[in-house]
């Protein structure tokens, strides 16, 4: 005997996180693939960045744009100004557990676990709840 599992030579399976019992097989594994995902791009994204302000002349990195607007990084990255790149880098690294609330919520619902799906959701509303308030603010 070579050790396969008996089921017809599938993968043991592994240990899997409380939103993910129950889940169909395709989709276990999502938060984690997210959260390194986008964890990797911001980091990208940064040091593109960092490397357009070493060999870029031009403002200071210190001295921002005016004010923001998704239309002025737009064009800051199409431009390879570095600000544009550095600021899309920390949105990406903010969303990045964001997404993995947003993917909780979808996980436990497949799932059929109501009340974690609801708990989840009361989360993401807190957390969206507090991005309004500080962009007002």
């Known amino acids: 005997m070579s050790g396969a599992p008996e089921d017809g030579g599938s993968t043991p399976t592994r240990s899997l996180r409380p939103e993910e019992r129950g889940v169909p097989r395709g989709l276990q594994g999502l938060v984690s693939r997210a959260l390194r995902g986008g964890t990797v791009l911001s980091v990208v994204l940064v040091l593109i960045g960092m ?25 800051g990255i199409v431009h390879l100004a ?15 557990p964001v997404s993995r609330v947003v993917i909780s919520v979808a996980l436990f619902s497949a799932s059929g676990d109501r009340q974690f799906m609801w708990l989840t959701i009361t989360v993401l509303a807190v957390l969206i709840l507090s991005v309004i308030v500080g962009v007002i603010a």
């Open 82 to 96: 570095p600000f544009g790149f550095l600021l899309l880098g920390l949105i990406v690294l903010v969303l990045t």
């Open 51 to 75: 490397i357009l302000v070493a060999v870029r002349d031009g403002p200071s990195l210190l001295t921002p744009p005016s004010a923001f607007s998704f239309g002025a990084m737009a064009s």
